[in-house]
């Protein structure tokens, strides 16, 4: 499975910004999909996460009522709608998938994509 994430770029704090991943090479119904996080000299970080048929949804409580994760089986593309960001939330931006049922690992994902900078000025 290929992953390949757009969408970053510099936004005031208080803004917004969608990210996309685009996935190919694989049936995507069948992964599970994860948004992580690497802010700058820190360790990546558990975002949101979604099912394969969306039934389950799952955020990291720094995010949670400010992202939406979303995704389209018919085009193969997971997105996270990131409102209200603020300085805290600028980082690298990676999507990710997996099979395993615990979604908040980073290391239970098998794929990841190539990463899109966020920044937020405040």
């Known amino acids: 499975v290929q992953l390949q994430a757009s969408g970053g770029g510099e936004v005031q704090a208080g803004g917004s910004l969608k990210l996309s991943c685009a996935a190919s090479?694989?049936?995507?119904?069948?992964?599970?999909m994860g948004w992580f996080r690497q802010p700058p000299g820190k360790e990546r970080e558990f975002v949101a996460a979604i099912r394969g048929s969306s039934s389950g949804i799952f955020y990291a409580d720094s995010v949670k009522g400010r992202f939406t994760i979303s995704r389209n089986n018919a085009k193969n593309t997971v997105d996270l709608q990131m409102n209200n960001l603020t300085p805290e939330d600028a980082a690298v931006y990676y999507c990710a998938a997996t099979t395993s049922v615990t979604l908040r690992d980073a290391s239970q994902y098998y794929y990841w994509g190539q990463g899109t900078l966020v920044t937020v000025s405040s």
């Open positions: 090479g694989g049936i995507f119904r069948n992964y599970r």
